[in-house]
T-cell receptor, first 115, second 115 residues
Framework: QQQVKQSPQSLIVQKGGISIINCAYE??????FPWYQQFPGKGPALLIA?????SEKKEGRFTISFNKSAKQFSLHIMDSQPGDSATYFC??????????????FGRGTQLTVWP | SAVISQKPSRDICQRGTSLTIQCQVD?????MFWYRQQPGQSLTLIAT?????????ESGFVIDKFPISRPNLTFSTLTVSNMSPEDSSIYLC????????????FGQGTRLTVV
C-alpha cells in the first residue's frame, strides 16, 4: 500500500512558469513532510520540509503548501528554470521516534523545464 | 550533514551472479538504510542495517536475496544475489540525521543492469 501518493508522474513547464506537484497521505500520524530533489546520476537531496503546524513554508522559489484537513501537500516552484529539471519526491514520516519514524516516499515527478 | 560514497556507480551483470555494493559514510551512524529505485517507481526501502545486529528487512525483501553486512559504524554492504533481469534497478544507500528535523542523506546510487 502506497503511504504517500504523488502526482503527476511527469511535468513539463516553460521557463518562468510555475511547477506544481501534489501529494496526498492517509496516515494521520505523519507529522513531517519533506521534499527531495534528485538529479540524474545523483542520490536524492533534501529540498524543503514542513510540519503540519503551519500551512505554508517558503524558501526562495520553492514553497510547500500544506492542507491538514485534506491530508494533502504540494510543492510549488515559482519562476521555474531549466536547472530545476530533476525528479522530485515527496515523503512523510512520523518523526517522533515512533514505529513510523522511517520516511515513506511518493513515486516521484520528473520535471522538465523548457528554456 | 553526511557524505556517502557508494560503489560501484554502475554495473552490468549476468543473470545468476551476485553483486556486492559498498557504502562508506564520513561519520559514525547507528542506522544505515538500503533503498531500491526502479524506473517510474518510488524509493522502496529494502532494509535497515544496524551495527552489530541483523538487518531488518521490509516486506517483500529477504536476507537470502539481499544479504547485508554492517561491520562498523561507517560502512555497509548490500549483496544482490542470484540476479535476474527484474533486479535491474538503482540501489541507494542512505543515512538519516534525526534531530529536530529528519534529513536523509543518500549516496549517488548504483545502477545495476542484469542481462
Amino acid at each position: 500500500q502506497q503511504q504517500v501518493k504523488q502526482s503527476p508522474q511527469s511535468l513539463i513547464v516553460q521557463k518562468g512558469g510555475i511547477s506544481i506537484i501534489n501529494c496526498a497521505y492517509e496516515n494521520t500520524a505523519f507529522d513531517y513532510f519533506p521534499w527531495y530533489q534528485q538529479f540524474p546520476g545523483k542520490g536524492p537531496a533534501l529540498l524543503i520540509a514542513i510540519r503540519p503546524d503551519v500551512s505554508e513554508k517558503k524558501e526562495g522559489r520553492f514553497t510547500i503548501s500544506f492542507n491538514k484537513s485534506a491530508k494533502q501537500f504540494s510543492l510549488h516552484i515559482m519562476d521555474s528554470q531549466p536547472g530545476d529539471s530533476a525528479t522530485y519526491f515527496c515523503a512523510a514520516s512520523a518523526d517522533r521516534g515512533s514505529t513510523l519514524g522511517r520516511l515513506y516516499f511518493g513515486r516521484g515527478t520528473q520535471l522538465t523545464v523548457w528554456p | 550533514s553526511a557524505v556517502i560514497s557508494q560503489k560501484p556507480s554502475r554495473d552490468i551483470c549476468q543473470r545468476g551472479t551476485s553483486l556486492t555494493i559498498q557504502c562508506q559514510v564520513d561519520s559514525q551512524v547507528t542506522m544505515m538504510f538500503w533503498y531500491r529505485q526502479q524506473p517510474g517507481q518510488s524509493l522502496t526501502l529494502i532494509a535497515t542495517a544496524n551495527q552489530g545486529s541483523e538487518a531488518t528487512y521490509e516486506s517483500g525483501f529477504v536476507i537470502d536475496k539481499f544479504p547485508i553486512s554492517r561491520p562498523n559504524l561507517t560502512f555497509s554492504t548490500l549483496t544482490v544475489s542470484n540476479m535476474s533481469p527484474e533486479d535491474s534497478s538503482i540501489y541507494l544507500c542512505s543515512v538519516e540525521n534525526r534531530g529536530e528535523w529528519t534529513e536523509a542523506f543518500f549516496g549517488q546510487g548504483t545502477r545495476l543492469t542484469v542481462v
